[in-house]
């Protein structure tokens, strides 16, 4: 069975950094693009970036670009996101969901991890 | 930008529902095939995929669900709601960068 479970959100200051980590299992990693998607409270869905399979490139929301590092470890199963200088507008639920390479929809979701960001 | 119509929806059960998705752009990829897909939210739970390009149910989703259009306008229809429709559906396009949603349409039961 797919499984993917976000960790490392939490409580932290303005200005402060965050590294999100998604654990998967179930399926062939290296196999998948795999993306990080968040959703403010109370609000819709923001894609912020995707990697590819082997992890040689990456794609990011213009917003994203410089603060927000994504990465992954294919021997681990795992998917991270380095999140820098954080912003009250950074407070969201942080979704890590897979893409079959040569396809382009978000088949599977982990659950997602809250993060707060706030003095 | 990804535009969603209506913003919230109250349907009968076994009633039909319609959402509406309408793109800046056209959504026809160079490839010949249009990236645009639907997501529901349920209450608390993170997004599942229901339709992938256009018209495709994915793995177990019911054949009350159905995707169509082509474009720049494009729709999901349930034919019979059911309680367990309740929730926020997204349209999603990944033609190009950036990937974008609409911004949801809330579905309950009258």
């Known amino acids: 069975e797919v499984e993917l479970v976000e960790s490392g959100g939490g409580l932290v200051q303005p200005g402060g950094s965050l590294r999100l980590s998604c654990a998967a299992s179930?399926?062939?990693?290296?196999?998948?693009?795999m993306n990080w998607v968040r959703q403010a409270p109370g609000k819709g869905l923001e894609w912020v970036s995707t990697?590819?399979?082997?992890?040689?490139?990456?794609f990011y929301a213009d917003s994203m670009k410089g603060r927000f590092t994504i990465s992954r470890d294919n021997a681990k199963s795992s998917l991270y996101l380095q999140i820098n200088s954080l912003r009250a507008e950074d407070t969201a639920v942080y979704y890590c969901?897979?893409?079959?390479?040569?396809?382009?929809?978000?088949?599977?979701w982990g659950q997602g991890t809250l993060v707060t960001v706030s003095s | 930008v990804m535009t969603q119509t209506p913003l919230s929806l109250s349907v009968t059960p076994g009633q039909p529902a319609s959402i509406s998705c309408k793109s800046s752009?056209?959504?026809?990829?160079?490839?010949?095939?249009?990236?645009l897909y639907w997501y529901l939210q349920k209450p608390g739970q993170p997004p599942q995929l229901l339709i992938y390009?256009?018209?495709n149910r994915f793995s177990g989703v019911p054949d009350r669900f159905s995707g169509s259009g082509s474009g720049t306008d494009f729709t999901l229809k349930i034919s019979r709601v059911e309680a367990e429709d309740v929730g926020v559906y997204y349209c999603?396009?990944?033609?190009?960068?950036?990937?974008?949603f609409g911004g949801g349409t809330k579905v309950e039961i009258k």
């Open positions: 969901a897979r893409r079959p390479i040569s396809r382009r929809e978000f088949d599977h």
């Open positions: 179930g399926f062939t990693f290296s196999s998948y693009e």
């Open positions: 990697i590819t399979g082997s992890g040689s490139a990456t």
């Open positions: 752009q056209s959504l026809l990829h160079s490839d010949g095939k249009t990236y």
């Open positions: 390009e256009v018209s």
């Open positions: 999603m396009q990944s033609t190009q960068l950036p990937l974008t």
